[in-house]
C-alpha cells in the first residue's frame, strides 16, 4: 500500500544507508573492474584470476556490510512496516538520477530480504518489478566518454585507417607486434561480409568504450553498420610469445558473439558506469540471447539472478504445461526436473546418496561454488542458486510431488504460505541451470539411427563430433584446473551450437588436489585374478587406466575417442598438467577455433602452448 505520507525521517536515514552500501559495493566492483587493464597489459593471469575470483564475492560482503550497520544502527527488523513502505518509495526517489538504478533495486532487494526474513519474490516491500527506467541514462560526466564509440570512415579506402584508430583509442600501453598487418586482416576478413560495393549514408562502425577482459584475452566488441545491415564484430587481442599485442582473429555474426557471451564461460572484467547501456548494446547484436546472461557475462550475477526470476514468473503466467521429472538416468546425489515450455532445469539435492556416494549436503553446496571458477573456459555450466522457492503445485505433477517426498522431504513444503487460497511447493533450495541433450542420450540417438541405417554419414558425423567434443571438454576442463570426478556421459550435455559442456558438480576437484597413479601390477596369480582393487586407494587417487571400462564399451566411441583422445587414458598427461599448474602457468583457451585464428598468416606465432590450447 501506498503510505499516506512521506515524514519519518529514520526512514530518509535507512534509505540513505542503503544507497550508501550500494554505491559503495558498485565503487569498489568497477574499479576492480577497471584494473583488469592493468593486469592484462603487464600479462598478470595469476591476478586476474585471482582478481575475478574475488570480485565474486563483493556482493555479498557489501550486501553483509549494509545489514550490519543497519541493524546496529537504526534496528532495522524491529522497524513496523509502515517505515519499511517509506523506505521504499524514498530509495526510489534516490534512484532518479541514478547510473545504476536496476542494479541499485536489487540491492536493496538483497538487503531488505536479510532484515525481515522473507523470500524476495514474495515480498510487498521490495522491488518485484523495476521502479526506474534504464533507458537513455547518460553518463555522470558529460566530458567523458560515451558507452560507445562511433566512426564513420567517409570511403571504402577509409575502412582500414578507421579500424587502426579503433583500436588505438582504447589506449593499451603494450605495443603491437605490428597493428596495421593485424588490421589488414581484419579488413579483408571483414569485406566479404558486407555490401561494400556501395556504402550508405549511415556507413559506420560503433565499438563499446571499454575492453572485455577475460583469461588471457582482452575483446573490442562492436558492429559495423551499412544501411539496413548490421554486422556484430568482436576482435580478440593476445599477447604473442615477445610479450607484444596481436589481434588474433575477426569474430563475426550473432553465433559467435554467442559463443563468446556462452554462459558456460567465466565473467568479463568491464569498466562501465551505466551497465545497462552495455546490455542493451549486446542485445541489439545478440537478440536471441536474454537480459539475464549479458548481466551474467558482465560479472553482475545478482542482477542475472533477478531478471532471470522476473522472466521465469511471466513464462508461468503464460504457460499451462506441468513441471516433470527431467528426462535420462536419475542421478543419485540430485533430483532433476524441469518445465518442458522453460528452456532450464532444477536440480534439489537429495536427503539421502547411497554408500557408494560419500558426501554431504553441505559438501556439494562448495561443490557447486566452483562452477563460478575464474575461467570455466566454455565447459561449466552456469548455475543459479535460489532459496525458499515457491511454484504453483497445481503446475507439478503427482509423480513429481511423490518424487520430491521420497528423496527430498526436508527440501519441500507444500502449503498455501501467502494466505491467498494459492497451494504452492516451496523448495528450501535450488540449482537452475540451462537445458542441454545429455550427452549419453544424443549417443543413444545416434546408435539408434546407424542401427536402421548404417550407411548414414551425417549421423556417423555427428557422433563422431560428439565424442570429440566431450574429450575436447575434459581437455579444457584440465586446463582450467579442474577434474570433473564423474566422467560419465550423462554427467555432460550438447548445446545447440554443438558443444559439449560439464554440469554435474557433485564430485568436482581442483585438478592440483589430486593424485594421479597408475594401476600397480598383480603381486601375484590372485592379484591378478581378483575382481577386487589390491592396492590402496587415497580419497583423491585417480586412476586413468581405469576409464576406459566405464566410457568406451561401444566399439564407435572407442574407435573415435583412441583416435583423438587416448592420451586421457595416460596419469602421465594429467600429472604433466597439474605440474604446469603449480608452477604458475595458465593456459589459453579461447572461444574459436584453430582456423579463425590469423596466426597462420603471422611470421611471429604466438606461445606453443597457446598455439595448442585455442
Not at 431 to 457: A, H, V, W
Not at 574 to 600: C, M, N, T
Request: glycine share 4%.
Amino acid at each position: 500500500m501506498l503510505p499516506q505520507r512521506l515524514d519519518s525521517s529514520l526512514a530518509y536515514d535507512i534509505a540513505k544507508a542503503m544507497i550508501d552500501g550500494f554505491n559503495r559495493h558498485y565503487r569498489l566492483f568497477r574499479a576492480e573492474s577497471a584494473r583488469a587493464k592493468h593486469r592484462f597489459e603487464t600479462a598478470d593471469w595469476v591476478g586476474q584470476q585471482r582478481a575475478q575470483r574475488e570480485r565474486i564475492e563483493f556482493y555479498d560482503m557489501r550486501v553483509k556490510e549494509c545489514v550490519t550497520r543497519l541493524e546496529r544502527e537504526f534496528r532495522a527488523s524491529q522497524q513496523p512496516m509502515e517505515v519499511w513502505q517509506q523506505v521504499k518509495l524514498l530509495y526510489i526517489g534516490m534512484l532518479v538520477d541514478h547510473r545504476q538504478p536496476e542494479l541499485a533495486e536489487t540491492f536493496f532487494n538483497s538487503v531488505t530480504t536479510k532484515i525481515l526474513h522473507r523470500s524476495y519474490f514474495q515480498n510487498d516491500f521490495i522491488f518485484v518489478r523495476p521502479a526506474i527506467s534504464t533507458e537513455y541514462i547518460e553518463l555522470e560526466d558529460p566530458h567523458s566518454h560515451t558507452t560507445y564509440r562511433c566512426y564513420y570512415p567517409q570511403r571504402l579506402d577509409d575502412l582500414q585507417p578507421t579500424l587502426q584508430r579503433m583500436v588505438e583509442d582504447f589506449g593499451l600501453r603494450v605495443p603491437f607486434e605490428d597493428l596495421a598487418r593485424d588490421i589488414g586482416y581484419v579488413h579483408d576478413a571483414m569485406l566479404p561480409l558486407f555490401d561494400h560495393r556501395r556504402l550508405r549514408a549511415n556507413f559506420q562502425i560503433q565499438v563499446l568504450d571499454s575492453l572485455f577482459y577475460r583469461n588471457k584475452g582482452a575483446y573490442a566488441v562492436g558492429k559495423l553498420i551499412n544501411g539496413f545491415q548490421e554486422l556484430p564484430f568482436a576482435l580478440p587481442i593476445l599477447h604473442n610469445e615477445r610479450g607484444q599485442l596481436v589481434i588474433d582473429a575477426l569474430l563475426h555474426g550473432e553465433d559467435d558473439l554467442l559463443m563468446v557471451f556462452s554462459f558456460a564461460r567465466a565473467y568479463f572484467m568491464v569498466d562501465m558506469e551505466v551497465p545497462s547501456a552495455y546490455v542493451q548494446f549486446l542485445r541489439s547484436m545478440m537478440p536471441r540471447k536474454p537480459r539475464a546472461e549479458f548481466y551474467n557475462a558482465l560479472g553482475l550475477a545478482k542482477q542475472g539472478k533477478t531478471l532471470f526470476y522476473r522472466d521465469f514468473l511471466y513464462h508461468l503466467r503464460h504457460s499451462t504445461d506441468q513441471f516433470r521429472i527431467a528426462p535420462g538416468i536419475k542421478g543419485m546425489v540430485m533430483l532433476v526436473f524441469d518445465l518442458p515450455s522453460f528452456p532450464f532445469v532444477f536440480k534439489v539435492i537429495k536427503d539421502y546418496f547411497p554408500p557408494q556416494k560419500d558426501t554431504t549436503r553441505e559438501q556439494i553446496r562448495a561443490k557447486y561454488q566452483l562452477d563460478k571458477h575464474p575461467d570455466r573456459v566454455g565447459r561449466m555450466a552456469d548455475t543459479l542458486e535460489f532459496s525458499n522457492v515457491g511454484f504453483p503445485r497445481a503446475r507439478f505433477s503427482d509423480e513429481l510431488i511423490e518424487e520430491l517426498l521420497r528423496h527430498a522431504p526436508s527440501q519441500v513444503e507444500i502449503g498455501d504460505r501467502d494466505g491467498d487460497g494459492t497451494t504452492e511447493v516451496i523448495l528450501k533450495h535450488v540449482y537452475i541451470e540451462r537445458r542441454m541433450i545429455p550427452l549419453n542420450i544424443y549417443l543413444q540417438e545416434c546408435f539408434d539411427t546407424l542401427q536402421k541405417d548404417p550407411g548414414n554419414t551425417a549421423v556417423r558425423q555427428q557422433l563422431e563430433h560428439a565424442v570429440i567434443e566431450y574429450g575436447n571438454a575434459i581437455k579444457d576442463l584440465i586446463a582450467a584446473n579442474i577434474f570433473p570426478g564423474d566422467m560419465l556421459w550423462k554427467n555432460f550435455g550438447i548445446t545447440r551450437h554443438g558443444k559439449v559442456v560439464f554440469y554435474d558438480y557433485d564430485e568436482i576437484e581442483y585438478l592440483t588436489d589430486c593424485n594421479f597413479r597408475r594401476v600397480p601390477l598383480p603381486r601375484d596369480e590372485d592379484d591378478e585374478m581378483s575382481g577386487e582393487v589390491w592396492y590402496s586407494v587415497g580419497p583423491r587417487d585417480v586412476f586413468p587406466e581405469t576409464f576406459g571400462p566405464f566410457l568406451l564399451g561401444n566399439p564407435m566411441v572407442r574407435e573415435i575417442f583412441m583416435r583423438h583422445h587416448a592420451d586421457l587414458l595416460d596419469p602421465a598427461y594429467w600429472q604433466a598438467h597439474k605440474e604446469r599448474i603449480l608452477a604458475g602457468h595458465v593456459h589459453d583457451v579461447f572461444p574459436y577455433e584453430r582456423e579463425r585464428r590469423f596466426s597462420a598468416q603471422r611470421r611471429v606465432p604466438l606461445s606453443p602452448t597457446a598455439e595448442a590450447a585455442a
